[in-house]
C-alpha cells in the first residue's frame, strides 16, 4: 500500500526561457533572458543592451525543444511522466507585451506541445511568467515598476487562458515571485520583473512597488481564469529556502523569524488576500510610498490563490551576530546574516544539501497557509561524465531519493496535503543563476556544453530509469 494518494502527480518541470531555445522563432520577440549572456562558476552573466553579434546567449538555443518536442515529450512519457510542468514564454505571445491582438503562430506552437503531452497521458502544469517577460516592457515600460504592465499581464493571461482552457487545469502565476527580494544581485529583479536599479534607487522600496504591482497582476489573472473556467486551480509560486537559528539564543530565534518575512511576504499577500501586519508596518516606518489605488484591496481579496506551488533545493542559517563574507561559498539567499550549516553538505554549487528541510518546509507552508501545496521544483545541480554513452548519477538518485522520503513523510506522518513532485530540469537545460549546461538537473542527458557546442543528443542517465520504478509503484520503491 502506497502512503502517497493515488491522485498524487509524479512529473517533471523546465520553464520556456531554459529549454525552448527558437528565441526569435514563430513571430517570437526578445524577452528579458534573451539578452543575457552565458556565466559560470564564479563569472556572472551579463545583462546586454540588446543581442550582440560577438556574446554567448545560451538561451537562444536552449536545447532546442522548440524543433524537437515530439521525440522529448516521447521520452518523458517512456519515463512514465504524469504532469510536466513548463511555462508559456510571454513574447511568443506578444511579441512586445503591448500588443492588444496575440501572436497566433505563438499560441499554435502552444497548442502543438500541449496537444502532444495530453496524447501522451502527460498533464501540462502551466506557468504564466518564468523569467521571461518581453524585452520591450523592460526597457520601455521600466518592467513592473509600472503600474501598466500589471494590466498587459492580465491580457496576456486571459489569452492563454480562453486559448487553453480545455488543455490546462494547474496553473502558477509568476516563478519564484519572492527571490527578488534579494536585491544584491541584479538578475533576480530583472528576471522576475524586468526591472534595473538605477544609483539612486532605494532598492527595497522599488522592490516593494514592483511586490505591489505584480501582486496585483497575479490577483487580476485569478480572477480572470476563474471566471473563463471556475474548475482551474491558480497557485502563487515561491523560493522557498527555510532559514533556521543558528542557536537558541533569542536573538538568533528572533533574527530568523524575522528574515523569514522575506519568504513569506507573497504567499501571506496570495493567499490570504491582504497585506501583513509586519509589511505595513515597514513601510510606515520607512516612509515608503508604495502607489496603491483605489479598489486594489478588493482585486487582492478576490484574486487569492488555490494552492502554493514552491521550489527546494536547499535551507540556510541565519547568525544575530555575524556578517557574511561576500567572497565565501555559502549561498546566502539575500541574507546579510547567514552563516554555515555545520551539520550537513554543500553541493558543488554551494547549495546546501538537506532532505529533512523538506518535510520541516511543507509543515510549516501547510500549517502556516492551509492550502495544498506542490513541490514543483526540487533537484541537484551536478556535473555529469558521460562513459560509454551511459551517465551514472548515483548522487543524483541519492537526493532525489532522499527528498522524496521527506515528501512522504510530510504527507503520511504529518498530515501535508500534497498535490504532486515534479523534479526540477527533467532534462538537461541551461541553469538560471550561472548560464551554464555544465550545472545539470536532467535525468536525461543533453549533448551541449557552456560554449554551445554539441550535438544535442539525449542519452538517459541511470536515474531515469530510477525515476520510472519510483512513479510505477507510486513512490514505494525508492531503491536501495
Ligand atoms: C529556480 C528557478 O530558481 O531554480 C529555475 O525557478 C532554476 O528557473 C532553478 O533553473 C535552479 O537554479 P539554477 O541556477 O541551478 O539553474
Redo the contacts with the bound molecule.
Sequence with gaps: MSKLPTSFMWGGAL?AN?FEGGYDQGGKGLSVIDVMTGGAHGKAREITASVEADKYYPNHVGIDFYHRYKEDIALFKEMGLQCLRTSIAWARIFPNGDELEPNEEGLQFYDNVFDELIQNNIEPIITLS??EMPLHLAREYGGFRNRKVADHFARFAQVVFERYKDKVTYWMTF??IN?QMDTSNPIFLWTNSGVSLNDNDNPEEVLYQVAHNELIASALAVKIGKSINPNFKIGGMI?YVPIYPYSCHPKDMMEAQIANRLRYFFPDVQVRGYYPGYAKKMFEQKGYQIGWQDGDDEILREGTVDYIGF?Y?MSTVVKHDTETLVDNNIVNGGLPNSVENPHIETSD?GWAIDPEGLRYALNVLYERYQVPLFIV?NGF?AIDKVENNQIHDAYRIEYLKQHIEAAIDAVDKDGVDLIGYTP??IIDIV????GEMK?RYGLIYVDRDNDGNGTLERLKKDSFYWYQKVIETNGENLGE
Design positions: 520553464a531554459q518564468h523569467f516563478n519564484e527571490n523560493s521550489s533545493y554549487w521544483e545541480g526540477w530540469g541553469s538560471f543563476t550561472t550545472k
